[in-house]
């Protein structure tokens, strides 16, 4: 058999215009939400409703993060959930964690 | 023709025993995903520890106007963090850390044009855009120093260590200095992947090899510090 040259042919293809576009379009996204995140800051008076504003803003961004920028929402179902199934155990110490911080607050003050 | 890839009767071989990859996900980015998975969890239990610790102190009930830093209650967040570097005594509320969420954000556009680049083959931009992140993390670094240094030596008060603050009680510090300073070493520690892989480009190394799949193992990892920011940004700054 006739010996391989070690350095393969390298062939850079053409970046995909709409793609990029893509990307820049997500971080747009992204610094829109802040943006908006920043005037709710200043100007709503804080509460539950303000706090559940910003959860809910968070994990938009966290959605366009993970499934855009780390790929997920294109990989397989299995792989998907499968990080996002144990995700369910942070919510689950999110809520054990606020009832024992409302109970200190009630032993305390 | 090519004469790196290895044929595997896959016909016979079933999915889990070696013929395809699981999830169709290479084993180096499959464990990337689990090891953030349990990164995940352990930003999340210092996240909710820090909620968990602030429902156990009172807010501070009145106007924000007249707001004053006192050990009876939790500090509001946007009174303690209103300096800007070069701007000495303006009073500009969150403005410093929503300048590092933007440079977080960039850096990580930057990370996803490389990989990008790497789908192409096209090492110079993969070099140019691994080199834009670097500067990124660095940048958000530095950004962070400031910001420590600042909150440490205080504004005319006692500053702040792990013991004893002004703005409020001392778990408020603490909390501060858990949080963003392990976000912070996993930044650092990115960077340093971010630069291994930048050299590893710049020597040929990974076109040799044929792929650039190790730009977006490090990838995974750079974009789930900013995803970590974003939580902190909201959950530490914001809330």
Same mark, same amino acid.
């Given at each position: ?15 995909? $215009? *709409? $793609? ?9 996204? +992204? ?18 409703? $303000? ?33 996002? +199934? ?16 409302? *109970?200190?607050?009630?032993? +305390?003050? | ?11 016979? =071989? ?12 290479? %084993?180096?980015? !499959? =464990? =990337? ?13 210092? #996240? ?11 807010? %501070? ?11 009876? %209650?939790?500090? @509001? ?12 005594? @303006?009073?500009?509320? !969150?403005?410093?850390?929503?300048? =590092?969420?933007?440079?977080?954000? #960039? ?5 996803? #044009?490389? @990989? ?14 691994? #080199?834009?992140?670097? !500067? /990124? ?43 963003? /300073? ?16 930048? %050299? ?9 090899? /044929? ?29």
């Amino acid at each position: 058999m006739e010996h391989h040259d070690n350095t393969p042919q390298i062939e850079v293809q053409p970046a995909d $215009k *709409a $793609k990029i576009w893509g990307i820049w379009k997500v971080m747009l996204i +992204l610094l829109a939400v802040t943006a908006v995140e920043f005037v709710i800051a200043f100007t709503m008076e804080s509460g539950a409703i $303000k706090t559940f504003i910003f959860v809910i803003l968070t994990i938009v961004k966290a959605f366009y993060i993970v499934g855009q920028f780390m790929h997920l929402s294109h990989e397989k179902k299995s792989l998907i959930w499968a990080i996002l +199934l144990p995700t369910m155990f942070i919510v689950f110490l999110l809520f054990i964690l606020s009832y024992q911080g409302s *109970a200190i607050f009630s032993l +305390l003050y | 023709m090519s004469n790196t890839t290895v044929l595997v009767d896959g016909g016979k =071989m079933s999915a889990w025993a070696g013929g395809t990859e699981p999830m169709k996900a290479s %084993y180096g980015k !499959l =464990m =990337m995903w689990f090891f953030l998975l349990s990164d995940a969890f352990t930003f999340s239990a210092l #996240l909710i520890a820090y909620g968990m610790t602030r429902f156990s102190y009172p807010a %501070y009930e009145g106007a924000i106007e007249d707001f004053v830093f006192s050990q009876a %209650y939790w500090p @509001v967040p946007e009174k303690v963090f209103e300096a800007v570097p070069f701007l000495h005594g @303006v009073s500009l509320p !969150l403005v410093f850390v929503g300048i =590092m969420t933007f440079i977080l954000i #960039l850096s990580s556009v930057t990370m996803v #044009l490389a @990989v990008e680049a790497g789908h192409r083959m096209d090492k110079t931009a993969v070099e140019k855009w691994m #080199l834009w992140t670097i !500067l /990124g993390g660095l940048t958000f670094l530095g950004c962070q120093a400031w910001e420590w240094s600042h909150f440490i030596h205080g504004n005319g008060g006692v500053g702040a260590n792990l013991s004893i603050n002004e703005y409020g009680p001392p778990n408020f510090a603490a909390l501060f200095f858990f949080i963003t /300073g392990f976000h912070g070493f996993h930044v650092f520690s990115g960077v340093v992947l971010n630069f291994i892989i930048f %050299y590893q480009t710049t020597v040929g190394k990974l076109e040799k090899r /044929g792929h650039y799949e190790m730009v977006e193992k490090v990838g995974l990892y750079w974009h789930f510090v900013d995803l970590v920011w974003v939580f902190v940004f909201t959950f530490f700054y914001l809330v």
